[in-house]
């Protein structure tokens, strides 16, 4: 199974996301999908959720250091 926007292979997790509305698969891949996720809320199986999705949070800004 492949991403229908970027023909990335997609794993468990995200071949399995389907669509909250019409109960269809997605087919998406997360990078796909988080640019429409507020237009297109899914059911994800979190059972399903691997450590390759966690990694994303790359904007961690906790070491912004106080201008004062
Ligand atoms: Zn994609």
Same mark, same amino acid.
């Given at each position: 199974m492949r991403c229908i926007a970027c023909n990335k292979n997609l794993n468990d997790f995200e071949s399995t996301r389907k669509s909250?509305?019409?109960?269809?698969? %997605?087919? %998406?891949c997360n990078t796909c999908y988080h640019a429409v996720e507020d237009d297109l809320p899914a059911k994800e199986r979190d059972d399903l959720r691997s450590e390759e999705e966690v990694f994303e949070d790359d904007t961690d800004v906790t070491e912004i250091v106080d201008p004062l």
């Open positions: 909250a509305v019409t109960g269809e698969y %997605l087919d %998406l």
